[in-house]
């Protein structure tokens, strides 16, 4: 079984800390990213999100919500799937879709990446 809670590692340097996850699949925890137009230094930032358990024999999917806390006005929605290789290794695999602020209806175009 794929254990979402703990601390996580992505190929960019980033972190995620996510807290336990509770009955109803909620959780909660922080985003420590690397990858800011500030910079290299690393940003914690919150986020919250939900497990959906699977079947029998499936991989949990789940979702969750950062919210670039401090340094941008942004947010961006992740959508995974945890995995468990033959040698107990977790793997979780994402997808994201960030949402920037712009100043108006007709830029509402380059808002999204």
Same mark, same amino acid.
């Given at each position: 079984?794929?254990?979402?809670?703990?601390?996580?590692?992505?190929?960019?340097?980033?972190?995620? $800390?996510?807290?336990?996850?509770? %009955?109803?699949?909620? /959780?909660?925890?922080?985003?420590?990213?690397?990858?800011?137009?500030?910079?290299?230094?690393?940003? +914690?930032?919150?986020?919250?999100? !939900?497990?959906?358990?699977?079947? $029998?024999?499936?991989?949990?999917? /789940?979702?969750?919500?950062?919210?670039?806390? @401090?340094?941008?006005? !942004?947010?961006? +929605?992740?959508?995974?799937?945890? /995995?468990? %290789?033959?040698?107990? @290794? $977790?793997?979780?695999?994402?997808?994201?879709?960030?949402? $920037?602020?712009?100043?108006?209806?007709?830029? %509402?175009?380059?808002?999204?990446?």
């Amino acid at each position: 079984q794929c254990q979402l809670s703990g601390l996580w590692r992505n190929e960019l340097d980033s972190l995620m $800390e996510i807290s336990a996850v509770r %009955d109803d699949g909620g /959780f909660q925890g922080k985003y420590f990213t690397r990858v800011t137009l500030a910079g290299s230094c690393t940003r +914690a930032s919150p986020l919250s999100g !939900a497990q959906q358990q699977p079947g $029998e024999g499936g991989w949990p999917t /789940f979702a969750f919500t950062v919210r670039w806390d @401090k340094f941008s006005n !942004a947010t961006t +929605a992740f959508a995974g799937q945890c /995995f468990v %290789d033959t040698g107990g @290794k $977790e793997t979780l695999t994402t997808m994201w879709l960030l949402r $920037e602020a712009v100043g108006s209806l007709d830029d %509402d175009w380059k808002a999204m990446r």
